[in-house]
């Protein structure tokens, strides 16, 4: 029993690891809403500045959907757009590893509460 003591977290871990899960958790939040963003003024621009126009006519919804969202309309949106991209995976996973190891953290905790709460009860 004594052994399994040097696994347990201790609060300052699980406060660290907690700060870093929110860290992540608040950085994906504005990458979401950064892409969101720089979507939206790729739409606006191509609707309303004639040289994005098709054939003399502003670009349907559905393309701006399908391919501006996705590529923008110049190469440097392009870039953008990607990069936003790469950062909300990256946050993505930094949010779902944090999770993972609080989990772990609280898992190794429940099970040591539980053989804490048997040995206790054996001795009674």
Wanted: glycine letters at 2%.
């Amino acid at each position: 029993m004594d052994e399994l003591l040097k696994y347990l977290p201790d609060f300052d871990e699980m406060d660290e690891v907690a700060k870093k899960s929110a860290d992540a958790k608040a950085r994906l939040e504005d990458a979401k809403n950064q892409l969101d963003n720089e979507i939206a003024r790729c739409i606006q621009t191509a609707t309303l500045d004639e040289k994005y126009w098709i054939n003399g006519k502003a670009p349907s919804m559905s393309y701006c959907s399908a391919v501006i969202s996705r590529v923008g309309n110049t190469p440097e949106d392009a870039v953008l757009l990607d990069e936003i991209r790469k950062n909300i995976t990256k946050y993505a996973e930094l949010t779902f590893k944090y999770k993972k190891l609080m989990d772990s953290m609280e898992s190794r905790i429940s099970v040591w509460q539980t053989l804490s709460a048997n040995k206790r009860k054996a001795l009674g």
